[in-house]
């Protein structure tokens, strides 16, 4: 059974730190390219973050660009985003996605992180 579980998210204040983490299992997690996404409330699902499979490459959004990391443990199956100096236009849900041959797509239930005074 597939499974993507984030954890970390929360209430901060802007120019805090949050660290998101996503464990993965039931599929083999080395071979996946691995995204995260938000969505805030009356928004598209934004892609934030890109890990490639061997975690060689990084690409992130121009909104995020010098604020946040993707990383991954390919050893204990998991995704994080260290996200830093967080803004309010931060605020969203916050999803990890594994995707594979542009075939094989599975995401998680989500994490909320909301910054606001």
């Known amino acids: 059974q597939v499974q993507l579980v984030e954890s970390g998210g929360g209430l901060v204040q802007p120019g805090e730190s949050l660290r998101l983490s996503c464990a993965a299992s039931g599929f083999t997690f080395k071979n996946y390219y691995m995204n995260w996404y938000r969505q805030a409330p009356g928004k598209e699902r934004e892609l934030v973050a890109t890990?490639?499979?061997?975690?060689?490459?990084?690409n992130y959004a121009d909104s995020v660009k010098g604020r946040f990391t993707i990383s991954r443990d390919n050893r204990k199956n998991t995704v994080s985003l260290q996200m830093n100096n967080l803004k309010p236009e931060d605020t969203a849900v916050y999803y990890c996605?594994?995707?594979?041959?542009?075939?094989?797509?599975?995401w998680g239930q989500g994490t909320q992180v909301t910054v606001s005074s």
């Open positions: 996605n594994a995707v594979y041959s542009n075939y094989y797509d599975y």
């Open positions: 890990i490639t499979s061997s975690g060689n490459t990084l």
